[in-house]
């Protein structure tokens, strides 16, 4: 795999396991399997990310329940047909998984760096209180023609900065990984909720 295009996605998340192993599919003969961990943040509140993982990486069918594991790799996403609609499933892709004893440095367990490409134009607004947000869509090329697409939200001069990108602008991320629930109206009587994922950004840069 050319190494640039490896450089271009890159995920370190360090966090406790929530739930036992659930099958995703198969690449030439090669099972991949989704977990969840459970991701502290410095505001006391957690994330619970999904990591897809490969039978050949772990033993997929151990209990591993409140273990501490760093997985590293990329952020990924794929579509998934729910009727005549498509979904946008995206999951932690790891290459290399470690169990840890004990970790302490809480500023470093959940770190993100994307290089792409503005695929959507971004949707700059204000909340009631004021507070300045973006949402972008970013591209990220991957080997074999393929691309993954990452929602990415800006915040307060970073939004302001990030609302004059234009399609087709490259540019570079750094953050974490979040997880947000939302209530998705199905129709004129029923919601159900659901849980998004999405980069947090805490730097971003206009590539020319």
Known sequence: MPEKIMENNKV????????????????????????????????????????????????????????????????????????????????????????LEEFNDYTKTNQIFLDGYICKAPIYRKTPLGREIADLLVAVNRPYGKSDYIPCIAWGRNARYASGFEVGSRICVWGRVQSREYVKRINETESEKRVAYEVSVSKLEWVE
């Open 12 to 99: 370190t998340v360090i966090g406790e396991i929530i739930s036992g192993f659930t099958f995703s599919h198969e690449v030439f003969g090669e099972g991949f399997y989704l977990t969840e961990i459970s991701i502290n943040r410095l505001s006391d509140q957690t994330d619970v990310i999904p990591l897809l993982i490969s039978e050949r990486l772990i033993d997929i069918t151990g209990d591993y329940a409140g273990m501490l594991v760093e997985a590293t790799g990329q952020f990924r996403s794929y579509n998934r047909h729910e009727g005549t609609k498509n979904r946008l499933v995206l999951s932690v892709f790891v290459r290399e998984i470690a169990f």
